[in-house]
């Protein structure tokens, strides 16, 4: 329990809040970093059936505040990935609460976490300790996007 909220292990039945979460982050953080093309492209990789495969696989956590989802992340393996706030419940200590969870469970079982870290994600994981490994490129309709593998050793 931190500050109200608690992380549990998503079920089928938080796809819906769990979604909308990444829905509502995308839209709102990232048009300020990536041309619609990219947002667009962000969406399509957290479409219902790629997080209801991992909700099934036990690999999603979710955060709720007041019978709401408001924050999720899913770890695989050593890899921490789709960790998104809702943009109405930033700045709580939830991203941060989601990050020790998956870091909790990775750094017991592995030797280093590694995220893929867009453009507003860069400064939050190198804040942790995490170092850029290397840069990686997206080609969207013409356009050239590049974010950052990171590691964070135990």
Known sequence: MN??????????ADLDGICAVIGDSVRTV??????????DFFLSLHEKSAVLS????R???????DGLVVGTVTVCGNTVKRLFVSPRYMRRGIGSALMDRAEEMIFSEHDCAICD???P???VYAGRGYARV???CITCGGSVMSYEVMEKKK
Do not use: N
């Open 134 to 136: 290397r840069t990686e």
């Open 3 to 12: 500050d109200g909220f608690c992380i549990e292990l998503a079920s089928p």
């Open 59 to 65: 690999i999603v956590y979710c955060v709720r505040l």
């Open 121 to 123: 994600a860069v400064s």
């Open 54 to 57: 991992d909700i099934m696989s």
């Open 30 to 39: 990232y048009p300020l970093y990536y041309t619609g093309e990219f947002v």
């Open 117 to 119: 870290a867009s453009a």
